[in-house]
T-cell receptor, first 113, second 116 residues
């Protein structure tokens, strides 16, 4: 069974731009969570989607948003990029709920210049 | 507030030596517990997990971890380290019930270096 896939793997943007990252969960998994990883703050939870509904949201500004499609694929969007948004963005999927084991994708490395 | 503490930022061990990575958590109830490993530039790979039952859990790559409720700890161990184990290790906790706190909370990680 294929793992979690994320596209693109690397991205360079400039301040003020917006970016969309994509995540395809493991087949059959319906829950998708997003995390931001930076050297200073570590791994921080962004939000979680299940059956196209956002169930939980971390402490990030409204510039960070996401959505989930009927096939469980998910996208996250960051508008008005700031230098501090440079990070590795990780997507994780689980079968039904976030209480179950989360399986992570390889991440998207975003660099904001 | 819920939190996970990994007291060691960086550990260096010799190949073939034993390894123990420490993890302590602060949580209102017994959470679900996880250890993940991350190689440079990669995502997180699940090593093992504890939900309930036997407090000594076995994982992949020869790793094991022991849950100690009295110490709020979930330390990761390996009897003999291989050079390929060099990576960063993350301990995480998750809520064992529904509600708004189901996301994983991660420790800051422990970077493991292996000397030949």
């Amino acid at each position: 069974k294929a793992g979690v896939t994320q596209t693109p793997r690397y991205l360079i943007k400039t301040r003020g731009q917006q970016v969309t990252l994509s995540c395809s969960p493991i087949s059959g998994h319906r829950s998708v969570s997003w995390y931001q990883q930076t050297p200073g703050q570590g791994l921080q939870f962004l939000f979680e989607y299940f059956s196209e509904t956002q169930r939980n949201k971390g402490n990030f500004p409204g510039r960070f948003s996401g959505r989930q499609f009927s096939n469980s694929r998910s996208e996250m969007n960051v508008s008005t990029l700031e230098l501090g948004d440079s990070a590795l963005y990780l997507c994780a999927s689980s079968l039904r709920s976030r209480q179950e084991t989360q399986y992570f994708g390889p991440g998207t490395r975003l660099l904001v210049l | 507030a819920q939190s996970v503490t990994q007291p060691d930022i960086h550990i260096t061990v010799s190949e073939g030596a034993s390894l123990e990575l420490r993890c302590n958590y602060s949580y209102g109830a017994t959470p679900y517990l996880f250890w993940y490993v991350q190689s440079p530039g990669q995502g997180l790979q699940l090593l093992l997990k504890y939900f309930s039952g036997d407090t000594l859990v076995q994982g992949i790559k020869g790793f094991e971890a022991e849950f100690k409720r009295s110490q709020s700890s979930f330390n990761l161990r390996k009897p003999s380290v291989h050079w390929s184990d060099a990576a960063e290790y993350f301990c995480a906790v998750g809520a064992p019930y529904g509600g708004s706190q189901g996301n994983l909370i991660f420790g800051k990680g422990t970077k493991l270096s292996v000397k030949p």
